[in-house]
């Protein structure tokens, strides 16, 4: 602690943030896949969109429904894994770590705010999808004549609007058109070192 | 056994194969992530090439090094799931299911023949990758003289080569343009029921 390298941020980030960058042109570039594993031992994997760093921590956000399956296997295994290509530069960001779940339960006054602020930073678009019905539950046809739910944009956050916060302790990057190859690691003080491996 | 719905392919393989088909001019369509799950129980995400359909069923098949840490995590737990973004037509599907690994000492003389095909079916780039250092070892540098290996493109399969077949039990398909979502699910005996869910 205290050092020059605890103090930085995280050494992969300067990378991800040039990524994001250089492939900023493409909408789907903010989009990636995370894995996580079900309460039966399966993985589960799905798309997902970055919603940007913790507070200018290495900690990446993600919003999420409450109703939904990660959910659950989130409270049963809280590890997750992030696969993010970026299909203009051909670089691959493997990104593992604890999930810190936050909805509108949790005891933490500076978490509930977190999850006030992710809520307002979306559109009210995105925010109206979790006042949609849930998730996976059959359509029921023809649908209800008030289905269309409004939304007044001054409004905190809905019960089913929840947090996602990812804290990486490893992340492996693949870079396909240099063919390069870097591994980052981090020990329990979030000291990280990075060795060049073979792709 | 025996009726139309058995006998036929799984319902949502046409919908796959257009959906290929509407992305086909993107070299990225190809791409999807693949999830399984590490012996230390961890989730872990790769992107992954798709390498077709085996002999027109519904199994899908992925190229893979035998000497990447996939292999282990399929040998400790051998189910993994598919998230395939489609970034033109905006759709995702999520294909859940056993994996078969099959590499040169497999007792089976039809899956090695499979290996062998799917060998043959790489461009010689793609079979030279199996001929290079380990994958995660680090990076000697300078590199060794003779580095650049040379590859006879009538010689067969490497020890280094491993199919990986992939048997669909559950698909889950997103629209994200018409906010569809329908569920697959199989039974024991192949036969695939589907259901219109919510997004």
Same mark, same amino acid.
């Given at each position: 602690m205290g050092s020059s390298s605890a103090a930085?941020?995280?050494?992969?980030k300067q990378l991800l943030l040039s990524s994001i960058q250089a492939n900023s042109?493409?909408?789907?570039?903010s989009y990636f896949q995370l894995a996580t594993v079900s309460s039966d031992g399966r993985p589960s994997n799905r798309t997902v969109v970055f919603r940007g760093f913790q507070d200018g921590s290495d900690k990446i956000i993600i919003n999420t429904d409450t109703r939904s399956r990660k959910i659950d296997d989130l409270k049963h295994s809280s590890f997750a894994e992030i696969c993010w290509y970026f299909t203009e530069t051909w670089e691959q960001f493997r990104i593992s770590g604890p999930v810190d779940v936050i909805d509108g339960?949790?005891?933490d006054p500076l978490k509930l705010e977190q999850r006030q602020k992710s809520w307002f930073a979306s559109s009210v678009n995105s925010r109206l999808q979790y006042m949609? &019905?849930? =998730?996976?539950l059959p359509v029921i046809?023809? &649908?209800? =004549?008030?289905?269309t739910p409004s939304l007044d944009p001054s409004i905190g956050p809905v019960a089913a609007f929840c947090l996602l916060v990812l804290d990486p302790d490893q992340v492996d990057y693949l870079n396909l058109k240099s063919n390069e190859r870097l591994m980052f690691t981090s020990d329990i003080n979030k000291l990280w070192t990075s060795e060049k491996v073979n792709p």
């Open positions: 930085a941020s995280a050494p992969w042109r493409l909408k789907h570039s339960t949790n005891p949609a &019905p849930s =998730p996976r046809e023809p &649908p209800p =004549p008030s289905q």
